[in-house]
């Protein structure tokens, strides 16, 4: 089966940059997607095939897909990007996600 | 305006069979483009997808849930149904559906339901 691995937390100071990693094997031959789920709330997609960012969605939010490893980066960070987020790709027809990622903005 | 409503049981018993509703507005289960899609996640923990179907004759389903799961439209009601067979406790968690924008490789969840918490408990 296919796994998708992240860092189970993150840590980083207001206004700094932060960034997510994803990895899995040949992740870049596939399309990643991150998902930012608040306490409470479901899921919200903030970056689809790779780098594209759904309207809504801050340009500090940007993603990457290269080799084994997609990335979120969020520049600036703000307390309200504090939140976990998921990694998603496709394994045939299925769908794998990651194991999320816990953002903390100290 | 997209929308998704999952409804169902909020207890049931080990070894009894999960029926849960989604419940779509704001676009047609007839496009196949679209596809609605079951996610679950036990309290604390990752998102786990279980199933999706874009139409009657394209439904996938998790491999390691298969033998439990099915998943089935009624377009006329623009609903989406899963049944899950011999409940367990560790089934407990948030059940969401989810709007499949495009299937695979390029497909995203751009829409979610605000899911259904479902305890497994005798």
């Known amino acids: 089966s296919y796994d998708l691995t992240q860092p189970p937390s993150v840590s980083v100071s207001p206004g700094q940059t932060a960034s997510i990693t994803c990895s899995g094997h040949?992740?870049?031959?596939?399309?990643a997607c991150w998902y930012q789920q608040k306490p409470g709330q479901s899921p919200v997609l903030v970056i689809y095939?790779?780098?594209k960012r759904p309207s809504g969605i801050p340009e500090r939010l940007s993603g990457s897909n290269s080799g084994n490893t997609a990335t979120l980066t969020i520049s600036g960070t703000q307390a309200m990007d504090e939140a976990d987020y998921y990694c998603?790709?496709?394994?045939?027809?299925?769908?794998?996600f990651g194991g999320g990622t816990k953002l903390t903005v100290l | 305006q997209v929308t998704l409503k999952e409804s169902g049981p909020v207890l049931v018993k080990p070894t009894e069979t999960l029926t849960l509703t989604c419940t779509v507005s704001?676009?047609?289960?007839?496009?196949?483009?679209?596809?609605v899609s079951w996610i679950r996640q036990p309290p604390g923990k990752a998102l786990e997808w279980l199933a999706h179907?874009?139409?009657?004759?394209?439904?996938s389903y998790s491999t390691s849930l298969k033998s439990r799961l099915t998943i089935s439209e009624d377009t006329s009601k623009n609903q989406v149904v899963l049944t899950m067979t011999n409940m367990d406790p560790v089934d407990t968690g948030t059940y969401y559906c989810?709007?499949?924008?495009?299937?695979?490789?390029?497909?995203?969840?751009?829409?979610w339901g605000q899911g259904t918490l479902v305890t497994v408990s005798s």
């Open positions: 989810a709007r499949i924008h495009s299937g695979y490789p390029l497909g995203y969840f751009d829409y």
């Open positions: 704001g676009f047609s289960l007839n496009n196949t483009r679209m596809g």
């Open positions: 179907i874009f139409s009657i004759d394209e439904k």
């Open positions: 040949e992740l870049g031959h596939k399309y």
């Open positions: 095939q790779d780098t």
């Open positions: 998603q790709a496709w394994d045939s027809s299925s769908v794998i």
